[in-house]
Every structure is written in C-alpha cells, then in structure tokens.
C-alpha cells in the first residue's frame, strides 16, 4: 500500500512541476511581449512624432500596433494551452471518464 502512496505522490510531484514550468514559461512570454512591444511602440510614436505628425495621429496610427497585435494574438493561444487546455483533457480528467465509463459497464 505504501508504494502506491509514494508513487501517486510521485506522478503528483512531476505533475505539480511540469504545471508550474509551464506558468514560469507562460510569465517570461508574457513579460517578453510586454516589454519588446512597449519599446516598438514607443520607438515607432516617437518616429511619427519627430517626422512631423501630430500626437494624436502618431497614438492612434493602426500601423504602429500591427506588432503587438499578431504577437498577442500567439500569447492569447499560449495562454489558452497554459490555462484552459490542462484543465479540459488533463490526466485526471481521463481518469475519471475511465472511472465513469466502468462504472457504467458494470451497472449496464
């Protein structure tokens, strides 16, 4: 009984591990995208600024945001594999519905 104890705690140990790899990773991407998007922004502003264009045109150029919006929107779909995927079709999701569908054979 003690070994199936030290192997659950185990494969929740290296569960527990990936999970949070997975964040840490998750974190730099997003501070990555916060700061290099930040820098290109203001760098391309600051450019229609000194070439003579007025702050709100220079603010509101789409132009200037294309950067950040295609790179958002790769860190909307790391995200999503980070938060929302582990959660939906995780391991102990298909323990249960394994669980579930033996106990149905077994009724039936």
């Given at each position: 009984m003690e070994q199936i104890d030290n192997f659950q705690q185990d494969k929740a140990y290296r569960r527990a591990k990936k999970r949070v790899k997975d964040l840490k990773e998750f974190y730099k991407h997003f501070l990555l995208y916060f700061l290099v998007n930040a820098i290109f922004i203001g760098r391309r502003i600051y450019k229609d600024i000194d070439q003579g264009d007025p702050w709100v045109e220079a603010f509101t150029d789409r132009g200037n945001?294309?950067?950040?919006?295609?790179?958002?929107?790769g860190l909307i779909?790391?995200?999503?594999t980070v938060f929302i995927a582990p959660n939906i079709l995780?391991?102990?999701w298909e323990e249960r519905k394994i669980k579930e569908q033996m106990e149905k054979n077994e009724v039936g």
């Open positions: 945001y294309d950067f950040f919006f295609w790179w958002g929107i779909i790391h995200a999503a995780s391991k102990e």
